[in-house]
């Protein structure tokens, strides 16, 4: 009787042959023996465990995370953490895509636009005007964008803001 063993695929690591699926692995679509996926630096087994695929080198959890690899890696200046996938970047920061929120309303920025005040926070453009917007010193309303657009006109002279409308009838007076 003839009995072929058949191959599961051949090891990335070592290239030798990988024959039972107990003692195999596959990550990043390829496969590896259970034994041959392990952390570049501290040589731990990776099968079943957080790992990190940086310029080809494979690393536990442990070693990307505190050793001098992550200074590669973007951290995101809202919430801390690296940021392991799509990097948004704003006001020459880097951010995860969910962690650009404006301050006020929560809600995420990505693609929208925005606007940020003196202390940098960030705001959506309809709390923006919202919160920060300067009051005229004629009329006393909210100098506001008109409607269909973001931004708002004002004339600002003396320290005082003025709607342009109400500063040209004022030195009309």
């Given at each position: 009787?003839?009995?072929?063993?058949?191959?599961?695929?051949?090891c990335?690591?070592?290239s030798g042959?990988?024959y039972?699926?107990?003692?195999?692995?596959?990550a990043m679509?390829?496969?590896?023996?259970?034994?041959?996926f392990t952390?570049?630096?501290?040589?731990?087994k990776l099968?079943?465990?957080?790992?990190?695929?940086?310029?080809?080198?494979?690393f536990c959890e442990?070693?990307?995370?505190?050793?001098?690899?992550k200074?590669?890696?973007?951290?995101?200046?809202?919430?801390?953490?690296?940021i392991?996938?799509m990097?948004?970047q704003?006001?020459?920061k880097?951010?995860?895509?969910e962690?650009?929120?404006?301050?006020?309303c929560?809600?995420?920025?990505?693609g929208?636009?925005?606007?940020?005040?003196a202390?940098n926070?960030?705001?959506?453009?309809?709390?923006y005007?919202?919160?920060?917007?300067?009051?005229?010193a004629?009329?006393?309303?909210?100098?506001?964008p008109?409607?269909?657009?973001?931004e708002?006109?004002?004339?600002?002279t003396?320290?005082?803001?003025?709607h342009?409308?109400?500063?040209?009838?004022?030195?009309?007076?």
């Open positions: 009787m003839d009995t072929h063993t058949l191959s599961l695929g051949w990335v690591k070592c042959g990988v039972s699926s107990d003692q195999a692995c596959q679509g390829r496969v590896y023996h259970d034994r041959c952390c570049c630096t501290c040589g731990q099968k079943g465990k957080p790992f990190y695929d940086f310029s080809g080198q494979v442990e070693d990307y995370l505190y050793s001098s690899v200074h590669f890696a973007e951290v995101c200046s809202s919430c801390g953490y690296l392991t996938d990097v948004l704003a006001l020459g880097s951010f995860h895509r962690c650009f929120r404006c301050v006020v929560n809600e995420t920025l990505e929208q636009q925005f606007s940020v005040d202390q926070k960030i705001y959506c453009v309809k709390d005007h919202r919160f920060l917007a300067q009051t005229c004629v009329c006393e309303q909210l100098i506001l008109i409607e269909g657009s973001n708002s006109m004002r004339v600002l003396m320290g005082r803001s003025y342009v409308a109400c500063y040209e009838g004022k030195s009309n007076i």
